[in-house]
């Protein structure tokens, strides 16, 4: 194993995983995962995964818009609705970019690590104000 790369269960991840306890933190997590996903199928898109065919290129383009503007229409709506939703895009381009290329190692266990952690930070930096410096992501690349 090279010394630069650790494998991560979930037991020795630092942050319980999100479990959402409201409707609120449902909301915000949904939101977040789409916006999260989004960034990761643009870092795919843009040389992440260089084996794809056009055809994939084109539906993988029309998956990542959908998403994106389902996020936005459903962060419209919550914020609305009074959720005091709001999430940090360099965090989710950062960790989006770091997801993908999990993915492309096929580290999917890891990968789905970050993901949880990702969220479990944005959404209580976003409903409770819980600062990000105070929780961190685990070290999976």
């Known amino acids: 194993m090279n010394a630069n790369t650790r494998n991560l269960s979930h037991h020795e991840s630092p942050i319980i995983p999100f479990q959402p306890q409201t409707s609120d933190e449902a909301i915000t997590a949904k939101v977040i995962r789409m916006m999260l996903n989004f960034e990761v199928l643009r870092v795919q898109l843009e040389g992440g995964r260089p084996n794809l065919t056009e055809s994939q290129r084109v539906s993988m383009r029309q ?3 959908a998403i994106r503007t389902l996020g936005f229409r459903t962060e419209r709506e919550a914020i609305t609705a ?6 940090d895009d360099d965090l989710l381009r950062r960790e989006g970019t770091r997801i993908a290329y999990l993915l492309a190692r096929n580290a999917f266990d890891q990968a789905m690590l970050v993901e949880k952690e990702v969220i479990t930070i944005s ?3 976003a ?3 819980i600062d990000e410096d105070r929780m961190t992501i685990a070290a999976a690349a």
């Open 63 to 65: 998956q990542a818009t």
């Open 123 to 125: 959404v209580n930096k």
């Open 127 to 129: 409903l409770y104000d």
């Open 82 to 87: 009074g959720v005091p939703l709001s999430y």
